[in-house]
Nanobody, 120 residues
Framework: QVQLVESGGGLVQAGGSLRLSCAAS????????MGWYRQAPGKQRELVAS???????SYADFVKGRFTISRDNAKNTMYLQMNSLKPEDTAVYYC??????????????WGQGTQVTVSS
């Protein structure tokens, strides 16, 4: 059984910062790509940033220059440093990971989500 647990969300004023964490645990053979998604009320879930196992990163245009994704493979943990937050960043943030539990079996897993609220 594999679990992804997010932490670090909360309420912050516009212009402030938050750091989200996503820890993977369970029967993990290896972790491939990981990513952060978000979903605001009444909107579809959207990709915020992703990071490959080797460390290459990709960002949505709306967070470029403000958010930084990183991972610590030794700890099976991914981070999202969010700076210069805007009210429109308010959403539930979810982590996502492609995890192999054996050499031949991989699945996509989701965390439960963490609320980020940015006040104006």
């Amino acid at each position: 059984q594999v679990q992804l647990v997010e932490s670090g969300g909360g309420l912050v004023q516009a212009g402030g910062s938050l750091r989200l964490s996503c820890a993977a645990s369970g029967s993990i053979f290896s972790i491939n790509a990981m990513g952060w998604y978000r979903q605001a009320p009444g909107k579809q879930r959207e990709l915020v940033a992703s990071i490959a196992s080797g460390g290459s990163t990709s960002y949505a245009d709306f967070v470029k220059g403000r958010f930084t994704i990183s991972r610590d493979n030794a700890k099976n943990t991914m981070y999202l440093q969010m700076n210069s937050l805007k009210p429109e960043d308010t959403a539930v943030y979810y982590c996502n990971a492609i995890i192999a539990t054996t050499l031949a079996l991989r699945n996509t897993y989701w965390g439960q989500g963490t609320q980020v609220t940015v006040s104006s």
